[in-house]
Each structure stands twice: as C-alpha cells, then as structure tokens.
C-alpha cells in the first residue's frame, strides 16, 4: 500500500457512485483538486448520490476535511447526496461541527471599493469633526486653566513635580547634543561660503542669530514633541485602555484639570528654560568651530555675538518657545484623550501625537516669522 | 428582602452609539438593598447599560431614575454629587497606576472631605483591611497581583461609603477561590453597609449565590428578556434563551415544561 492519496471511481447503479479513498490524507501529500473530482463525476452522468470507502485511509488531517467541505458544498449546489456513512468517525464528527452552526448572515465582511468621490466625501467629513473635536478639546483646556486661576481646579503636586523633572531636567542631555551639533553644523556650512571672501568673522552672528532667534527654540520644541509628546500621549491613551480615565470622571474627577493641565504647565515653564540652553549650546557649537578651526581670538567671537543678537531675537526665540510648549503638550495630550480602547491605539496615538507636535511646531513657526517681518521686528 | 423601597428605576431606556442600536425598551427597578444581576451573552450591551447608570454614557432615550431624581436630565453639578454616592469597581481595576495604593483610596476622600490627613490615613488602613490588603498601602498597582488588584479597586470603590456599588464583571480573571471571596465579601458589604449593589456579570455561580433581582439583555432581540431573582428565573422561566443561559446550554426548560 502506497502513502499517496488516491481515489477510485466504481459506479455501483444507475444513480450511486462510490469513491475509495486510500492512502494518507493529509495536507502536505498532495491531495486531490476538488474540482478535479468534481469533473470526474460528471463525467458519469446521472449521479444522484456518493457513497465514500475510507477504510484504506492510512491518516489524515485538516486536509481530508476541506477536501470534503468543498465536495459537499458543489454536490449540494447539484443536487447529488453525499451519503458521509463510509467516512472515518472522527471525520463525520468533526463535519458535523463544522456545519452545525449556520454562517451567519451578513457577518462575513464585504470588501467594497469606495467610489473616489465618496472617499474625498468621508475625508473631508472626518477633517470637520477632527477640527471641531480639537477645538473642543482647546475650549476645555482653557476652562481647566481659569478654574484652576481662581483656585478650583486640582491636581496632584507629586505628579507636577515628576512631570517637571521628565520634561525638564531629564530633556537635558539630549537637547544640549542635539543643539551643539546643530551649531557646529550651521557653522562648518557657513565657514566654505564666508571664508571665500574672508568673512569668518560673522560665523558669530550667523550662528548666534539663528540659534537664538529661530534654532534653538525649534530645535527644542521638536525634540520634546519626539520625547515628551509621545510620552504624554503613551501615558494618559494606556489610562483611557486601563478604564483609569472613566475612574477619574465618575470619581468627579476631571481628567482635563487632573492629567491634562499639569502637562501642559510644566512643559509652557520647562520649555523657555530648554529654549536658553539650546541657545547656549547651538552658540557653543559655532564657537568652537569659529575658535577652533577658523582662528577667530575668543574675545572677537564673544563680542561679534554680543553685539549682533540683540535683545529682541531673545526674546523673540523665548516666546517661541513658550508657544511650542504649549502646542506640544495639547498635541500629546490631545491624543492620548483620544485614544481607542486596545494596545495598537497607544501606539497610534503617540504616532499621532508627535507628527502632530511637529506639524504645529512648523506652522507655529512660519506664522510667527511671517508676524515679525510684518511688524519688523 | 431588607425592604422594597425602590432605589434605581430604569425606564424605557434606549442605548446606541451613533445610529447603532445596543439595547432598547429597558424598564426595571431595583430596590434598596438588592443585589442586582446584569445578565446576558457576551456582546449583548451589558456593561454598556453599567456605563450609562454611572455616568458614563447618556441614554439615546429613556430615563434612570436614581433616589426620585432623573439623573440624566439633572444638571451636571447635581448629576456629580448623585455620583459620589456611587462606589465603582471596574473590570480591570482601573486604579489609578501613577498612585500607591494609598494614594489612590485617599484621592476621593480629599476631593470631597474635610477630612485631616491623620483622618484619611486610619480610613485608608480600614478600608484595605476590609478587603484583606492590611500593610499594601505603598505599593503601586503594577507591583500586586490581578487578584489583588481587584480588592484593591473595590476599596477605593468603598472611600467614601458609598450607597451604590457598580461591580463590572468582578470575578472575570480571578481563581474559583478568589472569585468566592469576592462573592461574600459583596454579600457582606450589602449586609453591614445597606448598599445596593449592581453587578455585571455572567459568572453563574456568583448570579445564583448572591443576585436576589437581575435583567437578562438579548443581543439579537436587543432588548430584555427577563427580570427577577435568578433563582426563580431557573426555576419558572420558559423562556428557551434564559434557560439556556441559566442551565450552560442543558435545556432545562424541555424537562420542566
């Protein structure tokens, strides 16, 4: 006896045929095409009922039953009887359950291709409520922070405190690498093209101006919406997962002046702080290029920067940066508030969260260097 | 029965999201002192029907009334102070993770007590004794187990003595034994502290032992199919579905009727 699966033809009278089945059944030793079989018995016309002999039937699995499934499904769409008498036991058994519970209507899902115009249509439906939902969310936000300017909001002052460490202290290391590294670069470009009229000198201001005007802030800004955004979102969608959320609110608690304000007050108070390290280091960075390679005296680099950043790119870069603080932590708040109900939701949220930190950083940007200009600033 | 004043009345209460129907024409009322079963299949709206009795989610139509008020047409203020008389233990705990445990019970009695700090730290020991957690009043959530947990949450349910207790699903994940615990440990609080006590759940041998009322929610008909105590339900309804439910698929009912 061969292991291959094979199947014998005998017809037994005008209306029955019998299939042998021999061999091992299984699903990794090339079983039959049901349509094949299916060919087969039409090809002896008149069939009103199959009988099955499996007795040669070595072992079988999965395979036997699919294969089965799909010859009953077409001898029931012709009209031909599948008597499942000559079948193994377990194999009759595991078909009946298979077929024991009707499939459901409408529960399987239909793939339909949305019309391109029906696309644009939902798209801009969901832009709508999108915007409303974050203008909402704005509005709330707002109110939290009167209540809490006249003494009725409450949060945790544990919880403020770590928020101000993470969010501060601990950006540290990684905004002074990030920014020192940008000043060494804004330099070393600007030293090829200034050096070839022998303006060295005013790597100073060019480094000075743009980190502290513009740089340092929006350096800042994008690395805490990579680092705290995230992390806001992560931790406030992983509440919402964890029901902590609807615990708050049914304790009276609201979860906007509770989780939301303190983040949003840290990071407006830590952000300026970042902003004048940044500044310093991305300055520090275009020094050492300007000393260390370009022999510029240190005094001549220290003056050249003093005197070519005025006051107002101070000032201009720290109010920048008190409103990226703002956008960054609304934007991982935000988020996470909006979180679904299930892991992959945390990690779209802080996905979400920190493009959308990045995107308001960028515009924030623009609008304010477009308002300077205009009031010539 | 401890006495039959009515406590919660739902009536006629319809629930959806958006345009999508949970349950409809549900009209029940439970009584001070019952221990009242939300039951169905899985999928069939009832911890939805848990979340808009606590606040959680406004009615699409219909009413609960909670103590003579209609609680969703209250104004939000008077909606927060009937929910401070809710206790709430969720399915998962839902303690706060940030907090020790402590932290996490003393919360509620800070925000509505005037209670000095010494005050709320004897409560705390109190309450966490009650539920066999004496000593875990510094650890944090994550660093006790599901079971735990659980007793956890149902102790910060209890801060501030409350005269409704919401349990979804309490004994979902916890060991036959701990799940029997629990069971008395709700009896025993219903008993001394006279709270009434809705619980989600389909756990039968909780609904048997400790549900005195109870709904049955019908995810295809989408609305309920039986009210009354549990026991009777086995004994005397004819309804196939119930039967089904109450018995684990043993068609009690072919035999009875």
Known sequence: ?????????????????????????????????????????LSFSGIGYLEFITTDVAEWDSGI??????????????????ETGGLPQGVQRLLALASAVAEREGARRQFVREPILSQIGSGTINFVHSTIEILNFFGEVSVAFMRLLRGKARFRRADFLLILQDCGINALPIVSLICLLVGLILAFIAAIQLMMFGAQIYIASLVGIGMIRVLGAVMAGIIMAGRTSASFAAQIGTMEVNEEIDAL??????????????????????????????????????????????????TEYYNMTVDSVGINNFLIG??????????????????????????????????SAVVTGIISIVIATAIITILCNVLGI | ?????????????TMAYGSFVVQRNLTFTINR???????????????????????????????????????????VRERETMMRNFGILYQSGALWSSMTLAENISLPLEE????????????????????????FEDYYPSEISGGMQKRA???????????????????????????????????????????????????LASIFAIGNNSVFLDPDTKTMIAVGDPNKLLAESDNPKVQNFLTRGKIHYEQTS
């Open chain 2, 153 to 203: 949450g149902l102790a910060r349910a209890m801060a501030l003595d409350p005269e409704i207790l919401f349990f979804d699903e309490p004994s979902a994940g916890l060991d036959p034994i701990s799940a029997k615990l629990l069971d008395d440990l709700i009896l025993e609080l219903r008993d001394s502290l006279g709270a009434t006590v809705v619980i989600v759940t389909h756990e």
């Open chain 1, 318 to 351: 720290i109010f920048q940066s008190c409103v990226f603080g703002v956008l960054v932590a609304l934007a991982g708040c935000l988020r996470g508030m909006q979180c679904k109900r299930s892991a992959s939701a945390v990690g779209d949220a802080a996905t």
């Open chain 1, 249 to 298: 609110k049914t304790t009276g608690i609201s979860p906007i002046e509770f989780l939301v304000l303190p983040r949003v007050i840290a990071l407006v108070l830590m952000m300026p702080l970042l902003c004048i390290f940044a500044d310093l280091m991305g300055v520090l960075g275009g020094f050492i290029v300007g000393v260390g390679m370009l022999d510029i005296g240190i």
């Open chain 2, 112 to 135: 509505y007590t005037d209670l000095s700090s010494n005050d709320i730290k004897e409560i705390i020991s109190l309450k966490l004794a009650l539920v066999g957690l004496s000593g």
């Open chain 1, 1 to 41: 006896m061969t292991n291959q699966c094979e199947i014998k033809f005998t017809k037994l009278d005008k209306e029955k045929l019998l299939l042998t089945l021999s061999g091992n059944w299984k699903l990794d030793n090339n079983i039959p095409d049901a349509s094949v079989i299916e060919e087969k018995i």
């Open chain 1, 65 to 82: 039953l699919t294969f089965l499934i799909k010859i009953n499904e077409w001898c029931s769409k012709n009209n031909i009887k599948m």
């Open chain 2, 1 to 13: 029965m401890i006495n039959s004043e009515s406590h919660i009345t739902v009536h006629d209460l």
């Open chain 2, 33 to 75: 002192g019952d221990i009242f079963i939300i039951m169905g299949g899985s999928g069939c709206g009832k911890s939805t029907l848990m979340r808009h009795m606590i606040g959680l989610q406004k009615p699409a139509a219909g009413e609960i009334i909670i103590d003579k008020l209609n609680f969703w047409n209250a104004e």
